[in-house]
Protein backbone atom coordinates (compact mmCIF):
# COMPACT_ATOMS: atom_id res chain seq x y z
CA UNK A 1 0.00 0.00 0.00
CA UNK A 2 1.26 3.08 -1.06
CA UNK A 3 1.74 6.21 1.97
CA UNK A 4 -1.21 8.33 -0.06
CA UNK A 5 -3.51 5.63 0.31
CA UNK A 6 -2.29 4.90 4.01
CA UNK A 7 -2.69 8.27 4.86
CA UNK A 8 -6.03 8.69 3.59
CA UNK A 9 -7.33 5.63 5.36
CA UNK A 10 -5.83 6.77 8.89
CA UNK A 11 -6.93 10.46 8.37
CA UNK A 12 -10.67 8.65 7.94
CA UNK A 13 -10.09 6.54 10.76
CA UNK A 14 -9.63 8.90 12.94
CA UNK A 15 -12.73 11.09 11.90
CA UNK A 16 -15.15 8.10 12.19
CA UNK A 17 -13.15 7.65 15.76
CA UNK A 18 -13.74 11.06 16.96
CA UNK A 19 -17.64 11.45 15.42
CA UNK A 20 -18.81 8.10 14.53
CA UNK A 21 -22.43 9.30 14.45
CA UNK A 22 -21.54 11.45 11.40
CA UNK A 23 -20.38 8.18 9.70
CA UNK A 24 -22.49 4.77 10.58
CA UNK A 25 -23.66 4.33 6.65
CA UNK A 26 -20.25 5.43 4.80
CA UNK A 27 -18.15 2.74 5.73
CA UNK A 28 -18.29 -0.94 6.14
CA UNK A 29 -15.54 -2.59 8.78
CA UNK A 30 -15.09 -6.25 7.95
CA UNK A 31 -13.63 -8.79 10.34
CA UNK A 32 -12.82 -11.61 8.14
CA UNK A 33 -10.95 -15.19 8.79
CA UNK A 34 -8.63 -16.32 5.82
CA UNK A 35 -11.50 -18.82 4.34
CA UNK A 36 -13.91 -15.78 4.65
CA UNK A 37 -11.82 -13.53 3.21
CA UNK A 38 -10.85 -15.79 0.14
CA UNK A 39 -14.83 -16.79 -0.67
CA UNK A 40 -15.99 -13.08 -0.96
CA UNK A 41 -13.21 -11.38 -2.60
CA UNK A 42 -12.66 -13.34 -5.78
CA UNK A 43 -11.98 -11.43 -9.12
CA UNK A 44 -15.50 -11.35 -10.13
CA UNK A 45 -16.91 -10.15 -7.05
CA UNK A 46 -14.84 -7.46 -6.45
CA UNK A 47 -15.47 -6.61 -10.36
CA UNK A 48 -19.48 -6.82 -9.98
CA UNK A 49 -18.61 -3.98 -7.07
CA UNK A 50 -16.90 -1.84 -9.03
CA UNK A 51 -19.49 -2.08 -12.18
CA UNK A 52 -21.70 -1.39 -9.46
CA UNK A 53 -20.14 1.61 -8.20
CA UNK A 54 -19.30 3.07 -11.66
CA UNK A 55 -22.11 2.14 -13.73
CA UNK A 56 -24.76 1.79 -11.45
CA UNK A 57 -26.72 -0.50 -13.69
CA UNK A 58 -30.79 -0.49 -12.64
CA UNK A 59 -30.98 -4.40 -12.08
CA UNK A 60 -29.15 -7.56 -12.17
CA UNK A 61 -29.60 -8.02 -15.73
CA UNK A 62 -28.08 -5.35 -16.73
CA UNK A 63 -25.40 -5.87 -14.20
CA UNK A 64 -24.52 -8.87 -15.84
CA UNK A 65 -24.77 -7.80 -19.11
CA UNK A 66 -21.78 -5.21 -18.22
CA UNK A 67 -19.86 -8.18 -16.94
CA UNK A 68 -20.51 -10.49 -19.53
CA UNK A 69 -21.80 -13.11 -16.97
CA UNK A 70 -24.57 -15.60 -16.47
CA UNK A 71 -27.48 -13.65 -14.69
CA UNK A 72 -27.56 -16.76 -12.03
CA UNK A 73 -24.30 -16.43 -11.26
CA UNK A 74 -23.99 -12.84 -10.99
CA UNK A 75 -27.12 -13.37 -8.46
CA UNK A 76 -25.48 -16.06 -6.17
CA UNK A 77 -22.39 -13.89 -5.96
CA UNK A 78 -24.79 -10.74 -5.15
CA UNK A 79 -26.52 -12.35 -2.31
CA UNK A 80 -23.36 -13.66 -1.16
CA UNK A 81 -22.08 -9.91 -0.86
CA UNK A 82 -25.35 -8.95 0.58
CA UNK A 83 -24.67 -11.65 3.61
CA UNK A 84 -21.59 -9.11 4.42
CA UNK A 85 -23.65 -5.77 3.71
CA UNK A 86 -21.16 -5.38 0.78
CA UNK A 87 -24.10 -5.08 -1.54
CA UNK A 88 -27.69 -4.02 -0.74
CA UNK A 89 -30.20 -5.77 -3.25
CA UNK A 90 -33.52 -4.12 -3.37
CA UNK A 91 -36.53 -5.98 -5.33
CA UNK A 92 -38.56 -3.14 -7.30
CA UNK A 93 -41.81 -5.03 -8.92
CA UNK A 94 -40.15 -7.78 -11.08
CA UNK A 95 -36.32 -6.31 -11.29
CA UNK A 96 -33.80 -6.81 -8.39
CA UNK A 97 -31.53 -3.88 -8.13
CA UNK A 98 -28.35 -4.52 -6.68
CA UNK A 99 -25.96 -1.19 -5.41
CA UNK A 100 -23.09 -0.46 -3.53
CA UNK A 101 -24.19 1.57 -0.11
CA UNK A 102 -20.81 2.19 1.15
CA UNK A 103 -18.09 4.42 0.05
CA UNK A 104 -14.96 3.10 1.99
CA UNK A 105 -14.87 -0.91 2.75
CA UNK A 106 -12.22 -1.26 5.52
CA UNK A 107 -10.77 -5.46 5.56
CA UNK A 108 -8.10 -5.82 8.07
CA UNK A 109 -5.60 -8.19 6.71
CA UNK A 110 -4.36 -9.41 10.85
CA UNK A 111 -6.02 -9.93 13.44
CA UNK A 112 -6.55 -6.52 15.60
CA UNK A 113 -8.07 -6.02 18.33
CA UNK A 114 -9.79 -2.62 19.43
CA UNK A 115 -6.80 -1.25 21.94
CA UNK A 116 -4.70 -1.44 18.92
CA UNK A 117 -6.91 0.14 16.49
CA UNK A 118 -6.61 2.89 19.27
CA UNK A 119 -2.89 2.87 18.47
CA UNK A 120 -3.12 3.06 14.76
CA UNK A 121 -5.57 5.72 14.84
CA UNK A 122 -3.33 7.91 17.42
CA UNK A 123 -0.68 7.67 14.96
Known sequence: MNGERWKGIKAYLAQVWDSPSKYPDKALLLSLDEKEMSQIFTKKRLE?????????????????????????????????????????????????????EKSVLIVPLVKIKAKEIAKIVAR
Open 48 to 100: LVRILWEKKPKNATELSKHAKRKLSAVLRDLSLLEKFHIVKMEKKGKNIVPRV
